[in-house]
C-alpha cells in the first residue's frame, strides 16, 4: 500500500459518512418526489440483460449484459451503470458492436413534471438527452443522439422483476423507426 492509499483509507476508516460513496449515493427518493411521479425508483438494485438487438440482431450469440440501479443526489436523481458483456465477461478490447460502459443520470425536473435523462458511454462517444415520463404501465424517453438523430427509449411489459427495453432511432426518411437496442431484464437476487 502507498502513501496515498493509506491517507484515503484511513480517512474512509475515521470518517465513514464522507467519501464519493456516501455523497453521491442516496437511501431512496427525496421528499419532493410525490410515488406517481416515481417512474424510476423501482428499478434499484441489480439486473441481468439478454441483449436481443445491439445495432444487429444478437439473439444468436446469447449475449449478456448487466445493469445496476441506484439512487443518488438526496434523492432527486436514479443513476444507473450499463454494462455489455457483463464484468465476469470483458475482456479488453470489446468489440464496437458489443462495448457498453456506460451510465444514465435521471434528474427530476418539477417544472416539467418530467425526468431529464442523460446517457454517456465514454469507451463510444456516445451521449444521448431524452426526457422521461411513465406513460400508462410503462415509461417512454424521448429525446436525441448527440448528432440531433430523434430517439426513443421504453421500459414495458415491466413487473416487480423484469422489463423489457426498447430503443429506437429515426431514420433520415423521417418516418421510419429503427431498432438500435433491445433487452430483457431479469433482477438479480440478492
Known amino acids: 500500500m502507498n502513501v496515498t492509499d493509506a491517507i484515503t483509507e484511513a480517512h474512509v476508516t475515521a470518517h465513514p459518512d464522507q467519501g464519493f460513496g456516501p455523497a453521491l449515493v442516496a437511501g431512496g427518493r427525496a421528499a419532493g418526489i410525490s410515488e406517481a411521479d416515481d417512474a424510476y425508483g423501482w428499478l434499484t438494485g441489480s439486473?441481468?440483460?439478454?441483449?436481443?438487438?445491439?445495432?444487429?440482431?444478437?439473439?444468436?450469440?446469447?449475449l449478456k449484459a448487466?445493469?445496476?440501479?441506484?439512487?443518488?443526489?438526496?434523492?432527486?436523481?436514479v443513476q444507473d451503470v450499463w454494462i455489455m458483456p457483463p464484468r465476469h465477461e470483458r475482456t479488453p478490447p470489446c468489440g464496437p458492436d458489443t462495448n457498453m460502459y456506460g451510465i444514465t443520470v435521471r434528474i427530476w425536473d418539477a417544472a416539467l413534471r418530467a425526468w431529464r435523462v442523460t446517457y454517456l458511454n465514454p469507451g463510444t462517444g456516445q451521449r444521448d438527452e431524452l426526457i422521461g415520463r411513465r406513460i400508462g404501465r410503462d415509461i417512454v424517453q424521448i429525446g436525441t443522439h448527440a448528432d440531433g438523430t430523434p430517439i426513443r427509449w421504453n421500459f414495458t411489459d415491466i413487473t416487480r422483476d423484469s422489463f423489457h427495453w426498447t430503443g429506437v432511432a429515426l431514420e433520415p426518411d423521417g418516418a421510419t423507426w429503427r431498432l438500435e437496442a433491445e433487452f430483457l431484464a431479469r433482477r438479480m437476487s440478492g
Request: cysteine-free; hydrophobic content about 45%.
Open 66 to 77: 448487466e445493469v445496476h440501479f441506484t439512487w443518488v443526489l438526496e434523492g432527486r436523481a
Open 47 to 62: 439486473w441481468e440483460l439478454d441483449v436481443l438487438h445491439y445495432r444487429t440482431d444478437m439473439r444468436a450469440r446469447r
